[in-house]
C-alpha cells in the first residue's frame, strides 16, 4: 500500500506539469490518460525501487515546506481511538518522518472503547518533536485536562515544535496548557464556545481551525480533515489528494446530520443530557480537588 502511494503521487504530480503546459485540455482528457501518457507512467513506475523513492519524489514535488522528521501523538488510559489513529493514519504517511504513540509510560492503554494499545514510547523519553497531536476521548481527557505533569511537558514539547494540534476534546488538554490564550480554536460541539473561553480562546465553530502553529478540530473524524490539512500546507496538495486516495476518502453518510445543525432537535437535547450527566460532575469533582489544593 505504502509503496503504491509513492507511485500515485509521482504519476499526480507528473499529469499536474502536463496539464499546466496544455491548457486547452478538457476535463475528460485531464482524467484520462493518452498513450504516450500511460508509456510514461509505465517507464517511471520501472524506475522506482523503495531505496530511490524518496528522491524520485523530491525530483518531482520539490522539498517539503518544512523539514519534519517527528511526529508524537499523545495516548493515555481513555483516548479515543479514532482522535488517535484517524491523524496516525494521515500524518503517518509523510516520507521520512517517524510517527509515534506517546504514553505516560511506556506500558499498555485502554482505551475509551476498550481497545488495548501499545505505545512506542513514553513522555518522559521525549524532549523534542516535530509535530505534536492531542487527541481527546472523555473521562481520561477531562482528567488530563487538569494535570500538571502533562501540561509541563507539553509546554516544554510546543517550544521547539512546528505545529501543535489537538483533536475533539483533546483541545481542552492543549487549552489548559494555557497555550491557546488569545488563539481561535474549534473542539468538539459539546459546550464548545464555554470551553475554549475558559482557556482564554475564541470558539471559530469550523471543521478545523489554525491560527499559528496552532491547529485543532471539531470532534473525532474532523481530526483526519485537520491531518489532511496539514498534510496539504506542509507537503503539497497533491501528495495530500493521493493519502486521500489510499484511504479513500470521500465521505457520504447515508442520512444527514453530524453537527448540531443537521441533527434533529429531539437528538441533540438526548446528547447534551447525555453528555452533561457524565461530564459535568467529573469537571466539578476536580475543580473542587483543585481549589483543595490552592
Known amino acids: 500500500m505504502r509503496k503504491l502511494l509513492y507511485i500515485s503521487c509521482i504519476v499526480l504530480c507528473w499529469v499536474a506539469c502536463k496539464e499546466k503546459a496544455t491548457t486547452a ?4 482528457a485531464k482524467k484520462e490518460a493518452s498513450a504516450e501518457d500511460s508509456a510514461t507512467f509505465e517507464a517511471k513506475a520501472k524506475e522506482f525501487t523503495p531505496e530511490n523513492h524518496v528522491s524520485t519524489m523530491e525530483e518531482i514535488l520539490g522539498k517539503p515546506k518544512y523539514d519534519i522528521r517527528t511526529i508524537g501523538i ?8 479514532l482522535d488517535m489513529m484517524g491523524p ?16 505516560p509510560e511506556k506500558k499498555p492503554i485502554t482505551t475509551v472503547m476498550g481497545v488495548t494499545i501499545v505505545p512506542d514510547t513514553a513522555l518522559a523519553d521525549i524532549d523534542q518533536l516535530d509535530i505534536l497531536v492531542i487527541p481527546g476521548g472523555f473521562k481520561g481527557t477531562i482528567e488530563a485536562a ?13 517550544k521547539n515544535t ?8 483533546g483541545v481542552w488538554i492543549l487549552g489548559a496548557t494555557g497555550l491557546l490564550e488569545d488563539k481561535k480554536a474549534t473542539t468538539n460541539w459539546y459546550n464548545a464556545a464555554e470551553m475554549l473561553k475558559k482557556y ?12 499559528g502553529k496552532y491547529w485543532t478540530s471539531a470532534g473525532v473524524t474532523a481530526g483526519m480533515d485537520m491531518s489532511l490539512a496539514m498534510m496539504k500546507d506542509i507537503w503539497g ?12 476518502y470521500d465521505p457520504q453518510p447515508p442520512i444527514k446530520g ?5 441533527t434533529d432537535t429531539d437528538v441533540r437535547w438526548m446528547m447534551q443530557t447525555m453528555y452533561d450527566a457524565g461530564v459535568q460532575p467529573l469537571i466539578d469533582s476536580l475543580e473542587q480537588g483543585e481549589r483543595l489544593k490552592d
Open 146 to 158: 487538569y494535570d500538571q505533569a502533562l501540561h509541563d511537558w507539553i509546554r516544554k514539547i510546543d
Open 200 to 211: 482564554g480562546a475564541t470558539f471559530t465553530k469550523e471543521r478545523f481551525t489554525q491560527d
Open 258 to 262: 453530524g453537527s448540531l445543525e443537521k
Open 74 to 81: 499523545l495516548v493515555y488510559d481513555g483516548v479515543n481511538e
Open 88 to 103: 496516525r493514519y494521515v500524518l503517518g504517511q509523510a516520507m521520512g518522518v517517524k510517527t509515534m504513540l506517546i504514553a
Open 162 to 169: 512546528v505545529y501543535t494540534s489537538a483533536v475533539c476534546t
Open 25 to 28: 485540455t478538457t476535463d475528460k
Open 237 to 248: 496538495e497533491k501528495y495530500a489528494q493521493a493519502v486521500m486516495l489510499d484511504m479513500e
